[in-house]
């Protein structure tokens, strides 16, 4: 498969520029995804340096370069700690996630990422996990899809929809298409939004199948653990809740964003902060990927 097919890198330039990749560091790409960015990243790389990339899904990892200077993790990004000790890596000079979804993922039928393609709701990025999104709409109660909806979907009638759910089910009609689900849902969307508003019932699911915001609060806690002081972390989140996690983790060290003083009032916080305000893509690289909107990146060196 066409690697422009798969998966279009966001802000590569502008991640090359953050991560300051020297020749012979050592950094991690926590989202290989379609490799994009981890390809650059390897071009900029010595006999003497290394990258390790991480992927829960099959497919990415089947596709990934072979190089002595590349090693691709098949795992979620949450262990990244336990797989540096594993490979008896002390410190790395550079960890980057790009958290959006791959293109391979939204435009495989099978997959069950999208409104666009009657499939079923399986949205596990890792196939090998117990339970898909179907199941997810099959035994919930309505206090926890309301709250996935409300809070990652960030949809105002996430109430609404939960109990649409519930009803559903217990007046015996199967939700385990996306067709289904879409028809379900629909009526409680705006006309003028509703594709809009699809992809966030959509993205709360993805979310919540996929363990997301935990995955991420660790592997931001151990990218804290295994960089070395001077090395940095990017990360290019796609919606607000994500970013407002990785903001406050980059300015606090914590994910509540509380400002934490020693004895003598003097704030101690682990990152230097080098993005004030997050990178976006410009004009030109959202008309050539439209897909990039939303992406925000964000850069910390660590102290």
Known sequence: MDEQVYHI????????EALDVRPGGTYVD????????????LERLDAG??????????????????????TIVYSNFRYLKNFMRYYGVDGVDGVLADLGVSFHHFDDSDRGFSF???????????RKSEHTAQWLLANYDRDALARIFTLYGELKQGR????AIVKARESGEEISTSSQL?????????????????????QALRIEVNHE?????????????VLKPGGRLAVITYHSLEDRMVKNFMKTGNFEGKVEKDFFGVVNTPFKVLTNKPIVPSDEEV???????????RVAQKK
Do not use: C, W
């Not at 609404?160 to 109990?163: G, M, T």
């Not at 915001?213 to 653990?225: I, S």
């Open 9 to 16: 890198p966001a802000l590569l330039p502008e991640v090359l």
């Open 30 to 41: 926590v989202t290989y995804g379609g490799g994009g960015h981890s390809n650059a990243i």
């Open 49 to 70: 340096g290394h990258l390790y990339s991480f992927d829960q899904d099959e497919d990415a990892v089947n596709r990934a370069v072979t190089d002595p200077r590349f």
């Open 116 to 126: 666009r393609f009657d499939s079923p709701l399986d949205m596990r990025m890792n």
């Open 160 to 163: 609404r929809i939960a109990d």
């Open 182 to 202: 879409t028809e379900l849902v629909s009526r409680f969307l705006s006309p003028k939004k509703e594709k809009k508003e699809l992809a966030m019932v959509y």
């Open 213 to 225: 915001m935990d995955a991420l609060e660790r592997m931001l806690t151990h990218a804290l653990e």
């Open 287 to 297: 008309e050539r990927n439209p897909r990039s909107r939303s992406a925000k990146l």
